[in-house]
């Protein structure tokens, strides 16, 4: 039973513009939720965090957007570059816990292209 | 420069062999996990560790086991290699002090495995 959904596999934008992936979960204890990027042949980056008690957290180009109520958060990109075409992972994870300390719920990714 | 660094890019194996991938970490991170990655499906937990010695199940399991003797070292070995565990394996770690995970995990590059 996945946790952690991201709806659309693949998102195709114009360079310049904004990129935005969704991401939705259903653990409603979940306290922290990041963002990963992954080039093809190597291994996810982080990209982009947000506790639980903020509603957005800016870096550089890259926003994400928390909404409790409705259990959804989603990462925009402004502007998009060709350089940000990859596969994004949302990730949750819950409180520190016994033997789920530090454990992440992933979604199944996002492929974005950003093209010329 | 931190590192989580997996023994091999590249790896072929045939049907019934016993495959070990290595994975190691020079954060001092209590955590690592084990996760194949595969198109559609995301990234799927195989294993974890939160201490030397210990060892958790993941989502998928079965026809895997791990070993972690040293903080620093977790191996996956695939006890009897078969083609549907052909797939891309990523290894990372994190830490489990609370307050302090804020970036979640550290990846390695991935190992691409093809069991033949």
């Known amino acids: 039973d996945q946790q952690v959904k991201q709806n659309s596999p693949s998102l195709s934008v114009q360079e310049g513009r904004i990129s935005i992936l969704n991401c939705d979960y259903t653990?409603?204890?979940?306290?922290?939720f990041l963002w990963y990027k992954k080039y093809p042949a190597e291994g996810p980056t982080f990209l982009i965090s947000?506790?639980?008690?903020?509603d957005k957290n800016e870096d550089g180009r890259f926003t994400v957007f928390l909404n409790k109520s409705a259990k959804h958060l989603s990462l925009h990109i402004v502007p998009s570059q060709p350089g940000d075409s990859a596969v994004y992972f949302c990730?949750?994870?819950?409180?520190?816990?016994?033997?789920?300390?530090?454990?992440?719920?992933f979604g199944r990714g996002t492929q974005l292209t950003v093209w010329p | 420069d931190v590192k989580v660094t997996q023994s091999s890019r590249y790896l072929v194996k045939r049907t019934g062999e016993k495959v070990f991938l290595e994975c190691v970490q020079d954060m001092d991170h209590e955590n690592m996990f084990w996760y194949r990655q595969d198109p559609g499906l995301g990234l799927r937990l195989i294993y974890f560790?939160?201490?030397?010695?210990?060892?958790e199940k993941g989502d998928i399991p079965e026809g895997y086991s791990v070993s972690r003797e040293k903080k620093e070292r977790f191996s996956l070995i695939l006890e009897s290699a078969s083609t549907n565990q052909t797939s891309m394996y990523l290894c990372?770690?994190?830490?489990?002090?609370?307050?302090?995970?804020?970036?979640?995990?550290?990846f390695g590059s991935g190992t691409r495995l093809t069991v033949v």
């Open positions: 990372a770690s994190s830490l489990n002090r609370p307050g302090q995970g804020a970036y979640g995990y550290t």
């Open positions: 560790s939160y201490d030397v010695k210990m060892k």
């Open positions: 947000i506790s639980s008690i903020k």
């Open positions: 653990n409603s204890m979940f306290d922290y």
């Open positions: 990730a949750a994870r819950p409180p520190y816990r016994g033997s789920t300390l530090g454990r992440l719920y």
